[in-house]
């Protein structure tokens, strides 16, 4: 064998992006041979390693749950005894699972079991005969029952501008209190039975970091904002432990069809630990499941809860076999960009229509943390040991994170992993800060493409040099700011590759009405290999799993995926067609089978 291997750059062209790799003939990376019979051997494949050279090989051998080799296919024939489970990938690619860095699992897997719009754009009839039509099936939960409807895609209600209320749902046939959550995460609609339930009247205030939607009279109009869902979401029946396990379970199952072996629930309660603690115990996690439990605005002592919950729940370091972390705290800064709602926190005010002309209002958003308390607040969590997580989506919630950021690392701090979550709108003085403070952008990859939340709901009202720097996936990473995958699912859909493809071409599904427009803000692509790095190794980074997970090299766990087509080379469209075949968590098999043909 060659003592230093032979390495030659080949260029996988795709559309307008060529992404540079580099094939490697020889031995494992790290020069050695482990001579131990293989569990599982990955032959005759194309291997994208994601390592610091983006290496591409042949082969990769999986001893214990951990990679034992990565070389070409007769520099593994060593590793194969009369046990090994021999896969000849007859040129398929192998790539590490992805890393999703934010979303949500309970709410996902609950909307997979519930009552599911499926992001559609409805018409107010649509809407109402897919609800009625769940009603209907469930007649027998009359007349107490909720109705809990997921995945309604506010923002793209047809025809264009359509807006719902109260008197909408209070339309259908039932005596059932009705709540509808939208796609963004941010909006519940209730009918008059619910608002009811929850206790609210025109006489109600608005909660702190939240809205109550009203009509023109003060009535409540059934739309609630932000905080103001706690107001209903209290009144809702508990759910039993056996609930919220099958739900974790449910969510896991749709996380492995996509290859996503390591997530981080950006929004974590006790419940949602008990269930995958649960699941861990009885060797049931097909995933690395991370959890940031959230730090209320009002809370006199940020890191108590914290504390607990790590000392219940948190199972140590990374293990071969799937557990529990417990080391993120997530904090809402403001709320979302789209009108109506338009709360996310803005330098300069939304713009307004008027005298057939767009200028500035007097709307700026909500900003629900001071900037003191922010940098305190941030500063005692990661004295606690803990990795702050801020939702922050307008250009001056996104400033404060990064000054609470700037503060932490001029205390001498260099240990903390802080994430600005969304950062939809970035000044462009603040790009370059992600990399010089080391701080990591969990962006939604879903968003950056022509869509009524976006070139309807929003860019009217920041006008065009605002616009040229929403969703700045190319500005971040041109300015060496490390980017991670943050699905938001259920807000965005599950389809971590539709996700993938659009940070790439910045374009709107093939068929959509939409996709006319083009590429929305080319100069914002990302290419190819920044975005599946920003999927794999920057999510494992921001995880602390980057030295066991995230690229496949000798020694680090066996956390891997079988592709349907190689990512790297097949047209930019087809990306979003990708179909995982193989999971591999640990060296465990869990979605898919070895048997590929």
């Known amino acids: 064998m060659e003592s230093s291997p032979r390495r030659r750059t080949v260029l996988a062209a795709a559309g307008a992006t060529a992404v540079a790799v580099t094939v490697t003939e020889g031995c494992s990376p790290?020069?050695?041979?482990?001579?131990?019979?293989?569990?599982?051997?990955?032959?005759?494949?194309?291997?994208?390693?994601?390592?610091?050279?983006?290496?591409?090989?042949?082969?990769?051998a999986v001893t214990g749950g951990r990679i034992?080799?990565?070389?070409?296919?007769?520099?593994?024939?060593?590793?194969?005894?009369?046990?090994?489970?021999?896969?000849?990938?007859?040129?398929?690619?192998?790539?590490?699972?992805?890393?999703?860095?934010?979303?949500?699992p309970m709410e996902g897997g609950q909307g997979l079991l519930g009552c599911d719009l499926n992001y559609e754009p409805l018409t107010v009839k649509q809407f109402q005969d897919r609800v009625q039509a769940y009603i209907d099936k469930t007649k027998d939960a009359e007349p107490d029952a909720w109705v809990q409807v997921n995945h309604w895609y506010a923002q793209a209600m047809r025809p264009a501008?359509?807006?719902?209320?109260?008197?909408?749902?209070?339309?259908?046939?039932t005596e059932r209190p009705v709540m509808v959550q939208s796609t963004d995460g941010h909006t519940l609609l209730l009918n008059s039975r619910a608002l009811e339930i929850a206790g609210i009247t025109a006489k109600t205030e608005d909660p702190s970091?939240?809205?109550?939607?009203?009509?023109?009279?003060?009535?409540?109009?059934?739309?609630?904002?932000?905080?103001?869902?706690?107001?209903?979401?209290?009144?809702?029946?508990?759910?039993?432990?056996?609930?919220?396990?099958?739900?974790?379970?449910?969510?896991?199952?749709?996380?492995?069809?996509q290859g996503v072996t390591t997530f981080m629930d950006a929004l974590a309660d006790e419940n949602a630990l008990r269930a995958f603690t649960t699941l861990a115990e009885q060797g049931e996690l097909t995933a690395r499941p991370h959890f940031a439990p959230v730090v209320e605005v009002s809370a006199a002592d940020p890191v108590k809860e914290l504390r607990r919950l790590r000392r219940r729940y948190h199972a140590g370091r990374t293990k071969?076999?799937?557990?529990?972390?417990?080391?993120?705290?997530?904090?809402?800064?403001?709320?979302?960009?789209?009108?109506?709602?338009?709360?996310?926190?803005?330098?300069?005010?939304?713009?307004?229509?008027?005298?057939?002309?767009?200028?500035?209002?007097?709307?700026?958003?909500?900003?629900?943390?001071?900037?003191?308390?922010?940098?305190?607040?941030?500063h005692k969590l990661a004295k606690a040991g803990f990795d702050p997580h801020i939702?922050?989506?307008?250009?001056?919630?996104?400033?404060?994170?990064?000054?609470?950021?700037?503060?932490?690392?001029?205390?001498?701090?260099?240990?903390?992993?802080?994430?600005?979550?969304?950062?939809?709108?970035?000044?462009?003085?603040?790009?370059?800060?992600?990399?010089?403070?080391?701080?990591?952008?969990?962006?939604?990859?879903?968003?950056?493409?022509?869509a009524p939340d976006s070139v309807d709901s929003v860019k009217p009202y920041l006008g065009s040099k605002r616009w040229s720097h929403y969703e700045p996936e190319g500005d971040i990473n041109h300015?060496?700011?490390?980017?991670?995958?943050?699905?938001?699912?259920?807000?965005?859909?599950?389809?971590?590759?539709?996700a993938i493809k659009t940070v790439i071409t910045r374009t709107a599904t093939?068929?959509?009405?939409?996709?006319?427009?083009?590429?929305?803000?080319?100069?914002?692509?990302?290419?190819?290999a920044a975005a599946l790095r920003a999927a794999t190794l920057n999510g494992a980074y921001q995880l602390r799993q980057e030295k066991t997970t995230g690229s496949l090299e000798k020694g680090k766990l066996a956390d891997l995926i079988v592709l349907d087509r190689n990512v790297l080379k097949v047209p930019d469209e087809e990306i979003a067609r990708t179909k995982v075949l193989l999971t591999v968590v640990g060296g465990k098999v869990v979605h898919g089978s070895t048997t590929l043909d």
């Open 391 to 450: 939702h922050a989506i307008g250009d001056r919630a996104v400033r404060t994170a990064l000054d609470a950021f700037a503060h932490l690392r001029e205390q001498g701090d260099r240990d903390t992993r802080p994430t600005v979550a969304h950062a939809e709108l970035v000044n462009p003085k603040d790009v370059p800060r992600f990399g010089r403070l080391n701080v990591c952008a969990a962006m939604g990859f879903h968003w950056p493409k022509p």
């Open 510 to 528: 093939p068929g959509s009405p939409y996709a006319k427009q083009g590429p929305m803000t080319p100069h914002q692509r990302l290419p190819r």
């Open 209 to 257: 970091g939240g809205r109550i939607g009203r009509d023109e009279d003060g009535e409540p109009n059934g739309l609630l904002e932000d905080g103001a869902d706690k107001l209903v979401k209290s009144k809702l029946p508990e759910p039993t432990a056996k609930d919220h396990v099958r739900v974790a379970r449910r969510a896991l199952t749709a996380l492995a069809e």
């Open 479 to 498: 300015h060496h700011g490390r980017i991670t995958l943050g699905s938001d699912w259920p807000v965005d859909p599950l389809d971590e590759w539709t």
């Open 30 to 60: 790290s020069g050695e041979e482990d001579d131990r019979p293989a569990d599982l051997v990955l032959k005759n494949g194309y291997v994208y390693t994601v390592d610091d050279q983006d290496s591409v090989h042949q082969a990769l």
């Open 161 to 173: 501008g359509t807006k719902l209320t109260k008197a909408d749902l209070d339309k259908l046939d």
């Open 68 to 104: 034992a080799y990565v070389g070409n296919t007769k520099g593994v024939a060593p590793h194969i005894g009369k046990d090994t489970k021999v896969v000849d990938l007859k040129g398929r690619m192998v790539m590490p699972g992805l890393h999703d860095g934010h979303l949500h």
């Open 320 to 378: 071969t076999r799937p557990t529990v972390a417990v080391h993120n705290a997530k904090l809402f800064l403001d709320g979302v960009l789209q009108y109506p709602a338009q709360t996310a926190a803005l330098l300069e005010p939304y713009l307004v229509h008027k005298h057939n002309d767009w200028v500035h209002g007097n709307k700026k958003g909500e900003h629900y943390w001071e900037p003191e308390k922010l940098n305190n607040t941030v």
